[in-house]
T-cell receptor, first 116, second 113 residues
Framework: AQKITQTQPGMFVQEKEAVTLDCTYD???????LFWYKQPSSGEMIFLIY??????QNATEGRYSLNFQKARKSANLVISASQLGDSAMYFC?????????????FGKGNQVVVIP | DGGITQSPKYLFRKEGQNVTLSCEQN?????MYWYRQDPGQGLRLIYY???????QKGDIAEGYSVSREKKESFPLTVTSAQKNPTAFYLC????????????FGEGSRLTVL
């Protein structure tokens, strides 16, 4: 069964607008971590933000915030004030279990294109 | 600068040939990983290693082999047994504490002719 689901089609976003990328996950482990990565056309994966399953507050990193809804098993990424450089694929990933095990399972990604 | 270096960036090989992808890190990370990415898809784990001289199979290990003789190095061999080796290969490393995020190299694109 798929552990991370990202089903949105490719998105076009106006520069300076906010965009929300959906991610749902499936795990029975009470301890887990959720990650978002950005992959520009050059191919490298860039870490954006992390949310632990026991964290009480939603994670934020600059223009990135994670809308964590634990009961719904949802971890949506919000990018505020989009910039042209935000055009990329975005991947949601999950680590199950303790932090000693850093195996990540990735979703299939969301394509974002920012238009001027 | 600290980071992960993958080489070569592009590689072509004929069917039936083995090929080895290099991954070196100078971040002093304990754990290293190999992922495979196909077009329009997410990343799938091939092999990972949490310490030197030890490694475990990931979700799609068939047709691949690895070694971890040094902390800094985790080469991946794509063998002739791998039925569909054309893909983008990403190496990553992490420290086994803190948030545990993976740091990635720039990737190697393998094309089988």
């Amino acid at each position: 069964a798929q552990k991370i689901t990202q089903t949105q089609p490719g998105m076009f976003v106006q520069e300076k607008e906010a965009v929300t990328l959906d991610c749902t996950y499936d795990t029975s482990d009470p301890s887990y971590g959720l990650f978002w990565y950005k992959q520009p056309s050059s191919g490298e994966m860039i870490f954006l933000i992390y949310q632990g399953s026991y964290d009480q507050q939603n994670a934020t990193e600059g223009r990135y915030s994670l809308n964590f809804q634990k009961a719904r098993k949802s971890a949506n990424l919000v990018i505020s004030a989009s910039q042209l450089g935000d055009s990329a694929m975005y991947f949601c990933a999950m680590r199950e279990g303790s932090r000693g095990n850093n195996r990540l399972a990735f979703g299939k990604g969301n394509q974002v294109v920012v238009i001027p | 600068d600290g980071g992960i270096t993958q080489s070569p960036k592009y590689l072509f090989r004929k069917e039936g040939q083995n090929v080895t992808l290099s991954c070196e890190q100078n971040l002093n990370h304990d754990a290293m990983y190999w992922y495979r990415q196909d077009p329009g898809q997410g990343l799938r784990l091939i092999y990972y290693s949490q310490i030197v001289n030890d490694f475990q199979k990931g979700d799609i290990a068939e047709g691949y082999s690895v070694s971890r003789e040094k902390k800094e190095s985790f080469p991946l061999t794509v063998t002739s047994a791998q039925k569909n080796p054309t893909a983008f290969y990403l190496c990553a490393s992490s420290i086994n504490r803190a948030t545990g995020e993976l740091f990635f190299g720039e990737g190697s694109r393998l094309t089988v002719l």
